[in-house]
């Protein structure tokens, strides 16, 4: 049984990442959760609040344990994702031409 909902899981995840509009939304999701940001909270006055940036990790590290998962499940499919949505994985800008 629980090797069948593992292969379910597994499909169902490289359906969603197959799907233009799925890591779309997928990438919503990480970008939500500032999975590959660090973020330190200050107060109004500039002083640090600990509670809020051990809040925004707890955020992060959600981020961070999905963005694994999937890509054990379906790395080409992520991959994608970041290619199609994070600006540091596009493709180099083609040199226009002098006319």
Same mark, same amino acid.
């Given at each position: 049984?629980?090797?069948?909902?593992?292969?379910? *899981?597994?499909? %169902?995840?490289?359906?969603?990442? +197959?799907?233009?509009?799925?890591?779309?939304?997928? #990438?919503?999701?990480?970008?939500?959760?500032?999975?590959?940001?660090?973020?330190?909270?200050?107060?109004?006055?500039?002083?640090?609040?600990?509670? *809020?940036?051990? %809040?925004?990790?707890?955020?992060? +590290?959600?981020?961070?344990?999905?963005?694994?998962? #999937?890509?054990?499940?379906?790395?080409?499919?992520?991959?994608?994702?970041?290619?199609?949505?994070?600006?540091?994985?596009?493709?180099?800008?083609?040199?226009?031409?002098?006319?």
């Amino acid at each position: 049984r629980l090797k069948l909902e593992a292969r379910d *899981a597994e499909s %169902f995840w490289k359906t969603v990442f +197959a799907d233009p509009v799925g890591r779309r939304e997928m #990438w919503g999701i990480l970008s939500a959760a500032h999975t590959f940001s660090e973020r330190f909270e200050c107060g109004p006055n500039g002083f640090p609040q600990t509670e *809020a940036t051990w %809040f925004r990790a707890g955020e992060q +590290a959600l981020g961070q344990r999905l963005y694994q998962s #999937w890509m054990q499940m379906d790395f080409e499919g992520v991959h994608l994702m970041f290619r199609e949505h994070d600006p540091r994985f596009a493709p180099p800008a083609k040199p226009k031409r002098d006319e």
